[in-house]
């Protein structure tokens, strides 16, 4: 059992304000946290409230609501390319503005390979979102508007894949939908990666690690496919796009060449390299400056971190 500061501080991490945490205490055993007791819920309640102020950082709450918001997002693009429908309408309910979908459709897949690994990423995407749900309870996030259709148009444009009056339909063909994909997969990699150090419960830091990894594995999929497909030469250009939007250096990486594959963007001592949540939102923003809504969240992101640097 959990002693009474140590609940103060897990229910301080885990939420975003004063209510959430409230929140938070009725769905607290989600992951086994093994709260007993109405005193001790009432104690650490107390405890989280007053220490609300000083806390340094996000909480462990914002963190992972952050998450949940790109979930949401992977998880859409995925059910759509796969399944043609995305979520449930249970499945994006919770705090803070609900907007829905724009755009999404089935891909016709002509590569058995690929569509089997479309189909295993869309399963453990919606399962992130399931899990993120269930751990943040009623302090979760609602999906905000998500619009697949203009955003990739914009972010081809901007790369320079496509001219400046073109449309880039990322469920058009399996090449533009592993592009797509592409846009995605290495920027929740370096976000998870990024936001691991803000986490300070070990029950969801481990679930977060776990995640990362995940994302790693879709990454490298998506990589190695487009590799195989030689389309380095497209792929260097979205990457080219990202490290303009983040505006933190040149880390990003693409694929290789012909005779030499980059598969894992690794740095010297092969170690991949990380995003704040803030660079994160300039490239799903598709923008460079400080906002706090466009490209792919129209209205932003749900949660109190929601402004690119």
């Not at 409230?22 to 709260?35: C, D, E, N, P």
């Not at 790109?70 to 499945?91: P, Q, R, T, W």
């Not at 879709?218 to 990589?223: F, L, N, P, V």
Request: charged content about 20%; glycine content about 12%.
């Amino acid at each position: 059992m959990f002693g009474k500061k140590l609940v103060g501080d897990m229910i301080t991490r885990s939420a975003e304000n004063a209510t959430d945490r409230r929140r938070f205490l009725q769905s607290a055993g989600a992951l086994g946290l093994g709260i007993a007791g109405a005193g001790v819920l009432r104690s650490g309640t107390a405890l989280a409230e007053a220490g609300t102020e000083a806390m340094a950082g996000p909480s462990d709450g914002a963190v992972l609501n952050f998450a949940l918001n790109l979930e949401y997002l992977e998880a859409e693009f995925y059910s759509y390319a796969v399944h043609g429908h995305g979520l449930s309408d249970g499945m994006t309910t919770g705090t803070g503005r609900r907007g829905g979908v724009t755009g999404g459709k089935q891909v016709p897949f002509k590569t058995s390979r690929i569509r089997q690994y479309a189909t295993e990423i869309a399963a453990d995407e919606l399962a992130h979102v399931k899990f993120l749900r269930s751990a943040l309870g009623s302090a979760a996030v609602s999906r905000p508007a998500i619009n697949i259709r203009d955003s990739f148009t914009a972010a081809a444009r901007a790369a320079k894949l496509i001219g400046m009056h073109d449309v880039f339909d990322p469920y058009a063909n399996e090449n533009n939908f592993l592009l797509a994909a592409f846009l995605f997969e290495d920027v929740g990699v370096t976000a998870y990666k990024g936001a691991a150090p803000l986490i300070t419960n070990k029950t969801y830091l481990e679930a977060a690690a776990g995640i990362l990894s995940a994302e790693a594995y879709h990454a490298a999929t998506i990589r190695s496919s487009l590799w195989e497909k030689d389309m380095g030469a497209q792929v260097a250009k979205l990457s080219a796009a990202r490290n303009m939007l983040d505006g933190n250096g040149d880390d990003d990486q693409g694929i290789g060449g012909p005779k030499m594959a980059n598969i894992n963007p690794t740095d010297k001592n092969g170690i991949n390299f990380s995003r704040s949540y803030d660079r994160v939102l300039n490239i799903v923003y598709l923008n460079p400056n400080k906002v706090t809504k466009g490209g792919f969240y129209p209205w932003g992101v749900n949660g109190s971190l929601n402004t690119s640097s």
